[in-house]
Structures are given as structure tokens and as C-alpha cells.
């Protein structure tokens, strides 16, 4: 391995993000980001995420930028809801203190790329095919915005999400579906333009799930709102479903909510044209694979998971952390070290997601799917 180590992160991410924020802060400046988007703004980057003390959070402090983050949190959005099919509220819990708070996943995007040394990230830049070199480095084959290119470098670092690039070089594992898939509706300004759905969301989240279909709202900054549409379908549903024609897509996601109450049919029946479908997939719960000094995976590449706990962007984040201070203290045991850290962690909070994911709308779920995380934490460590 050279000294300092040429370290390529592959995938930016919240995950790739942070670890490259972390290695720059410490003074390691041989990290590039590849990254497949055009530029930060290329793709919606999707809703909120509430930031966890002990994970998320954490790796903020590690990365210098708590404070920055803390400004745009919203505390207001940690309350939640459970309803009814009827609009009955099952359960509630206020939003107190500041220890979830939201951020909308583009102003986290934002916040950890100004803070990165201009030029860290090489937007429009796919890693194609990744080749091992006699002496432990890795070739990168990349297609840019200039076209294809090579790379080398000595500690390759997969944060390329569910469809990882890198993980082939580790395992043999790919991601298999879990039987549940969201449709992602919207509702711009909600307050003003749709004030029966905004009443019915209130603040935070608002979730209620029956059987195989479930709804779900989340406050965005800005005045929007987010709809997750929970359905548990065939892999093959979704290419039957008219995603592009919202009037249709509304009705087809209508029939699944017959006898539900008008307020909460209206949380689909009045979402914007904006509709996108997205099969939820997930990784073998506990995947390890054999340590390599020049290769390792974070975040969705090492433990795609379901988003039934909450944890995947915040335990993206917290390996990114913890990968940084294992090659800060010392480069040649890095993988190693993060590695048994990171798999017992994954694992218990896939482990959590998986039973979340399995329970929910069935009558017999924890009330929190982070429970099951708990619960599971030791059998994995
Ligand atoms: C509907 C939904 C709701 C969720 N809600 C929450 C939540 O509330 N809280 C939470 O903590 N988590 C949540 N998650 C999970 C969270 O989104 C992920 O765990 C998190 O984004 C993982 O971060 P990452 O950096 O590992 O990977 P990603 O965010 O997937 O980033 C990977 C990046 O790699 C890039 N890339 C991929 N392949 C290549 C390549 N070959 N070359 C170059 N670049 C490449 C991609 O473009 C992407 O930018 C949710 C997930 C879903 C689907």
C-alpha cells in the first residue's frame, strides 16, 4: 500500500459522503468520490430521514458538521402517528427534544458536499469493472463525462448502494426481493393547496397499515409532503403498474383502500403527478465475506436492508465514520478492524428491518421495529 493510501470511494451517497468528509478533515486528501449522477441536483434524492443519536449523529460529530446539520434539522417532525383504517389514532407520540430529528436527504447531500475539497467528487464518472493488481491495488475502469478512464487505487471502498459494483469482488451474495413494494406519491405545499391532507398528516409521520397495503406520511422541508404507499405484490407487480400515467396510477392504488376512511383515500386520491414505484430488496441477514486489506463495502452495499427500521442511511453513515478512523489509525488493518465493528451492526439492525417488514399491518408488530433492532443486537455481536 502506498503511504498516504490512494483510497477510491465508489458511490456518494450519505455513506461515501461522510467518509470522504472524515479523511479530508483528518488531513488525508487522496479520497475521490465516483459517482454515476451527473451533479448533486441530477435526481431527486428523495424524503426525509431522521437522524439517529448513536449512529447518524455520531458520525455527524466525527465529520465536524453536527452543528450545521442541527441548524436545518426539524424536531417538530420526530411526532408520529398510528391510524386506523377508519381514521381512529391507534397510537401517538409527541415530538419532544431533539433526539430524531428530520433532515430532507438533499439539504444532507448539500451539507457534505460543501464541505468536501473542491473536486473530491467526479460527477457522471460509473465504475465499470474493477481489476486486481499484483501488489494489492485495485485497476478501476471508469466511464466519465470525458469518456472511459482508469484508476488505481489501494483501498477500493463500495458505497455504491443495493446493486454494488464492489461487492462481486468480496462475495458472491446480490440482493433478493422482500415481497413488499412502495409507490412514492407527493404532495407539494400541502398546507395551502390540500389543507384536509396536511390535517390528516399533522406534523412528523403518519403511518397506518392493514393486511398486505399500508399508507404512510412524512413532513418534508419546505411545506411538502411525502406518501410511501406500502404494498405487499409479486416482483412482477410493478410492471404492470401504470406509473406514468398518474390519474391511472392513483385509481389502481385506490382499489387497494376500499372502506378505508375519505381523509386518508385522499392522501392518494390528491397526490400530485409526480408517482414513482420501487421494489424494496434487501441483503442476506449477516453477510460477511472474506477480509481483504484493499477492498470493503458500507452503508446498502455491505446490508441492504428494508426501510422498516429506519437505520440504512444512518448506519451508511456511522461505517463511513468508523472506516475513517480505522485507516486513520492505521491503513494496512483498516478493513479489518471496521469490518468487525460493522458486520454484528448491520446485521442486527437487517435483522430488526427484516421482522419490521415481515410484522407490519398483520396485527402482531412490535410498536417499533427498532425493538426488534434492540432485541437482536446481541445475537449477532
Ligand atoms: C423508501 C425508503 C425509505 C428509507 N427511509 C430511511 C429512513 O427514514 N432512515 C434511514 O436511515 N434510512 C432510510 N432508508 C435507507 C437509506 O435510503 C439507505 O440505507 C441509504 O441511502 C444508504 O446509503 P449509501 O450511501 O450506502 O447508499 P446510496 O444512498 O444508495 O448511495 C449509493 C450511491 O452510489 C452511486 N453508484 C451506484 N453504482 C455506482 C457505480 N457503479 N459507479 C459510481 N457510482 C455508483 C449511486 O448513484 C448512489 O449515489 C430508506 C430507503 C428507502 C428505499
Known amino acids: ?21 472524515v479523511l479530508q478533515r483528518h488531513g488525508i486528501d487522496h479520497v475521490t468520490v465516483l459517482e454515476q449522477e451527473d451533479s448533486a441536483t441530477a435526481r431527486d434524492q428523495g424524503r426525509s430521514l431522521d437522524l439517529h443519536a448513536g449512529s447518524g449523529q455520531d458520525a455527524l460529530h466525527a465529520a465536524g458538521l453536527y452543528d450545521t446539520w442541527a441548524a436545518l434539522a426539524r424536531p417538530e417532525d420526530q411526532a408520529g402517528r398510528r391510524l386506523t383504517p377508519d381514521g381512529t389514532v391507534l397510537a401517538e407520540e409527541p ?15 448539500g451539507l457534505l458536499l460543501d464541505a468536501l475539497a473542491p ?5 457522471g464518472t460509473r465504475v465499470e469493472t474493477l481489476t486486481p493488481r499484483p501488489d494489492g491495488s485495485h485497476e478501476l475502469r471508469v466511464q466519465g463525462p470525458d469518456g472511459p478512464d482508469v484508476l488505481v487505487a489501494d483501498l477500493v471502498v463500495g458505497a455504491d448502494g443495493a446493486w454494488s459494483r464492489v461487492r462481486p469482488l468480496l462475495c458472491d451474495a446480490r440482493p433478493s426481493y422482500t415481497g413488499v413494494t412502495f409507490v412514492e406519491l407527493f404532495h407539494t405545499d400541502v398546507d395551502r393547496t390540500r389543507p384536509t391532507v396536511a390535517a390528516l398528516a399533522g406534523r412528523g409521520s403518519t403511518m397506518c397499515f392493514d393486511g398486505d397495503r399500508g399508507l404512510a406520511t412524512q413532513r418534508l422541508a419546505a411545506g411538502n409532503l411525502g406518501v410511501y404507499v406500502s404494498l405487499r405484490v409479486d416482483e412482477a407487480w410493478v410492471d404492470g403498474f401504470p406509473a406514468d400515467d398518474p390519474p391511472a396510477a392513483r385509481a389502481a392504488l385506490l382499489a387497494w383502500f376500499d372502506g378505508w376512511a375519505p381523509a386518508l383515500r385522499d392522501v392518494v386520491a390528491l397526490a400530485d403527478d409526480a408517482v414513482v414505484a420501487r421494489r424494496l430488496y434487501a441483503l442476506p441477514v449477516g453477510l460477511r465475506w472474506p477480509t481483504h486489506p484493499g477492498v470493503t463495502l458500507l452503508g446498502d452495499a455491505a446490508h441492504l436492508m428494508s426501510p422498516f427500521g429506519g437505520q440504512g442511511a444512518n448506519l451508511a453513515m456511522l ?37 419490521g417488514l415481515a410484522t407490519v399491518g398483520r396485527g402482531d408488530e412490535a410498536d417499533d421495529p427498532r425493538d426488534a433492532f434492540l432485541a437482536a443486537r446481541e445475537q449477532y455481536t
Open 1 to 21: 500500500m502506498t503511504s498516504p493510501p490512494r483510497i477510491a470511494v465508489v458511490g456518494g451517497g450519505p455513506g461515501g459522503l461522510t467518509l470522504a468528509r
Open 95 to 109: 415530538a419532544e427534544g431533539f433526539a430524531n430529528p428530520e433532515i430532507d436527504r438533499g439539504q444532507l447531500r
Open 119 to 123: 473536486g473530491t467528487v467526479r460527477w
Open 319 to 355: 461505517d463511513a465514520a468508523d472506516l475513517a478512523a480505522a485507516i486513520l489509525h492505521d491503513p494496512a488493518t483498516a478493513t479489518a478492524r471496521y469490518e468487525a465493528a460493522m458486520w454484528p451492526r448491520g446485521a442486527a439492525a437487517a435483522h430488526g428491518a427484516a421482522v
